[in-house]
Nanobody, 120 residues
């Protein structure tokens, strides 16, 4: 079983920055990608950013140019650097990992989420 532990959320003023971290632990055969999604109560969970095993990245339209996703050398940790934060970025941010638990079985995992609040 894989566990994802997120950290780095909190309260920040508009225009400020935060850095989220997500570390994966447990047994997984191959990581295909990791990423961040966010959700506001009453709304669907939306893409923030993803990074795949080859290093390719994808961003949600609302965060392009402000957020940057990266990963650690061991590729089982992912970071989200968030700059120029806006009130609309307030949400619970979830870490995600997808890959293979063995040679043939694809699995996806979610973290428990970390709250990011942007307010003056």
């Amino acid at each position: 079983q894989v566990q994802l532990v997120e950290s780095g959320g909190g309260l920040v003023q508009p225009g400020g920055s935060l850095r989220l971290s997500c570390a994966a632990s447990g047994s997984i055969f191959r990581i295909i990608g990791m990423g961040w999604y966010r959700q506001v109560p009453g709304q669907v969970r939306e893409l923030v950013a993803t990074i795949i095993e080859g290093g390719g990245t994808k961003y949600g339209d609302s965060v392009k140019g402000r957020f940057t996703i990266s990963r650690g050398d061991a590729k089982d940790t992912v970071y989200l650097q968030m700059n120029s934060l806006e009130a609309e970025d307030t949400a619970v941010y979830y870490c995600s990992l997808w890959g293979y638990s063995d040679v043939t079985t694809q699995r996806g995992y979610w973290g428990q989420g970390t709250q990011v609040t942007v307010s003056s």
